[in-house]
């Protein structure tokens, strides 16, 4: 996926840290009327690479989807040493209609684990904006044995979402990773992790919610 790819529709930034949106504006439930536009400055990573990370967005304002093809950890057997950890970092520019914040509600993901007893595996999300000195990260483990479709789901209270600055256009950056360790499994036995659904893809949904901007 080249630098400037340009996609209309609903997407916005994750459960991260920026300057919140006056506790006074309301909070509403239906998304605005005019469409987002989503410039992917960048897609890097070895869980990604080139051609194999897709960005699509709801019709409704509501969500997008961040689809791999070839995102998987692996460990043990005759594994690549390198091979237990996998990653994939997103910049998206995101335009957002005047006069509205956003801030994600949750995020799914998804995928296929097959761990040995003894092996274990990981799946990391971290979020922050372009010039922001915090991030937030979400860790979700899973132990051997297991063979299985995973998902697992970062989530955040109303009361506790953190909504873009208003009025200012700032990257954000989603850092995903996968990581394999083969603990005290069997010698020559492999355990991976991949995100990974039915089709052969990877899927993961971002949600999202809206508050309008205070006025001046």
Known sequence: MAGGLLLSGAVAAL?????PASSS????????????VIDVA?????????GTAAVAVSPDNTAF????SDYLAQAGGNSDPTAFRKNCQLNLIV?????F??????ADYRGFASLQSGASSTQRASY????SPNTASKTHPFSGPYNDDWQATDSTDWAQLVWSPCGVLRNFNINTELRVNAGTSAPGKVSFMTMD?????????YHLAWKQCPTS
């Open 101 to 106: 914040t956003y801030a994600i509600a949750s």
């Open 15 to 19: 459960l991260t840290t920026a300057i």
């Open 197 to 205: 659904s039915t089709d052969g893809d990877i899927s993961t949904v």
């Open 128 to 131: 922050y904006f372009q010039g």
């Open 25 to 36: 504006s309301p909070v509403i439930d239906n998304p605005p009327p005019d469409k987002i």
């Open 95 to 99: 335009h957002v209609p005047q006069g």
């Open 42 to 50: 960048t897609v890097n990573g070895s869980g990604c690479p080139a």
């Open 65 to 68: 989807t961040v689809t791999y």
